[in-house]
């Protein structure tokens, strides 16, 4: 994967630290049903290179600690410490080894998963191949997830003994890697023992268990001293607390002020005052993830028609709104593909946008469509993302220009997560998508019909372009498939995100993987920031 990354170092210290991360560790909470060691009370566990406690800001919490549930921020940023899966993606997004030491598909499409021995989960059991199918079903069960087994034969299957499984496979997939790679394994007895099925606790493996979680709030972490992998690489802190900082102004001054040593959502209006921070390094990564405009191509919406759903992409001056909105931390898109893509050029940065900004063509495509007098719809966005509210007013005002009338709904994280999914809550939606190496996954994952598609877009042409690339990569089908989609476009890809991350100086290897998260337990925390 291609990281391009920009970064500001500053030289001194941080003056000031308060708030709820200081020196000492907390007294470990032991967490129902969960079998723990205490966590040491003599600060750093792991010599020079550790830390005793850390704190994290996330702009919005978990909506529940079960397993292959939700795919958001919060679960991606906490989750990844929580539950690991069958195979991981090294800080280059290469896939390597997790909870299978290795995999085989034979001739007659039967995948052979071969499950790592002496893997101990969080709440006391041993991982084994019935876990993993267990783990597996759960996902195929999740409006999230099932995508990732749309292809596993999982009735079918079978446990050959404790650390073999075998599943057929009902085709070949190029996905098949980023699919193991997704799916998050959990304990089947804890989850089976739980009435509230793993909701407000949780039954992983990973380098890191919930002792803590106040909702809305905070989720608090401890080391997991039983935990199968290098702890040198992994567990180089005690304790990792996630703080919930919805505001991005309070953000910056929790940064400033030692409440937080690490911002994974720097305000793009305080990138300047963070740069010349001495006390604070300050990153720029291109991401993995691309901000747009959804259409509700349900039967019977105005949407539902390619002219309009066009005409607005005409309305739009997408260069604009990654300025406007966005600043130094969004450049306009300009293809389906994503900058971290293999599909990428470097030259593709100097195209126009898809649809270039042309008011009049947009009013000659809604006259054609039926609506020379204009029509009203309804968008939705999550207020948390900075830049949303910015580029949504952007987008009304210029929709207005043509005669459309658009009706704005900022919601909460957690609300809007659910709304996204019902047909008859928008028109329209803007939100961020990320993609894994490949354009591939953007039409698999966002509008595969077969797993439900996004935009409840329906259209046989597309559907047979897709199917007929998933089983093996083929770069010619992936741009037929680009050109396909621009055309029909049930989504419009806008503002490409060029994420910035802050931290105090002193922690080092500091990376960003796949989904644009961290790993705390992996930094290098140094005499510096131990002081």
Known sequence: MKKKVISVMMAAMLLVSLGGCGKEPQQQAEADGTVQKEASDEGTANGETGGSRICVETNSDMSNLAPSSVQNDAHFRCGNLIYEKLLDYDKDGNVIPGLATSFEVSDDLKLTLHIRENVKFHTGQTLSAK????????????????????????????????????????????????????????????YQADPEHLNNKEAGTGPYYVSDWQVGSSITMQKFEDYWGDATQKQNV????????????????????????????????????????????????????????????????????????????????????????????????????????????????????????????????????????????????????????????????????????????????????????????????????????????FFNNQFDQRAGSRAFYRDETMQSMLEDAIPEYDAQKVQALAEYFTEELPAYPMVDVIKYYAYKTGLENFNIYIYNVMYPGEFTYTEEYNK
């Open 131 to 190: 876990d993993v199918l267990f783990s597996l079903k759960l996902a195929n069960d999740s409006a999230n997830f099932s995508r990732n087994t749309k292809y596993m034969d999982l009735e079918s299957a079978e446990i050959v003994d404790d650390y073999t499984l075998v599943v057929p496979l009902e085709q070949k997939t190029v996905f098949l890697e980023d699919d193991l790679a997704k799916i998050e394994i959990a304990s089947e007895e804890a």
């Open 238 to 441: 005690d304790e990792i607390v996630f703080k919930v900082i919805s505001e991005g102004s309070q953000r910056t001054i929790a940064l400033e002020t030692g409440d937080v040593q690490v911002l994974y959502d720097v305000p793009r209006a305080d990138i300047k005052t963070l740069q010349e921070n001495p006390g604070i390094t300050l990153d720029g990564k291109e991401s993995d993830g691309c901000y747009a405009l959804y259409f509700n191509c349900s039967e019977g919406k105005p949407t539902a028609d390619a002219r309009v759903r066009q005409a607005i992409a005409y309305a739009i001056d997408t260069p604009a709104v990654a300025s406007t909105a966005y600043g130094d931390g969004g450049v306009a898109a300009t293809t389906i593909s994503n900058r971290t893509d293999i599909e990428w050029e470097d030259s593709m940065a100097d195209l126009e946008p898809l649809y270039p900004y042309n008011p009049e063509k947009a009013k000659e495509l809604l006259a054609e469509a039926g609506y020379a007098d204009g029509l009203e719809l309804t968008i939705i966005t999550d207020n948390t993302k900075d830049g949303a509210k910015d580029a949504i007013q952007i987008i009304q005002n210029q929709l207005e220009q043509v005669g459309i009338k658009l009706n704005v709904e900022l919601q909460e994280a957690s609300v809007f997560n659910t709304a996204k999914f019902d047909e008859n809550a928008w028109d329209l939606q803007y939100d961020f998508y990320g993609i894994v190496r490949t354009t591939m996954a």
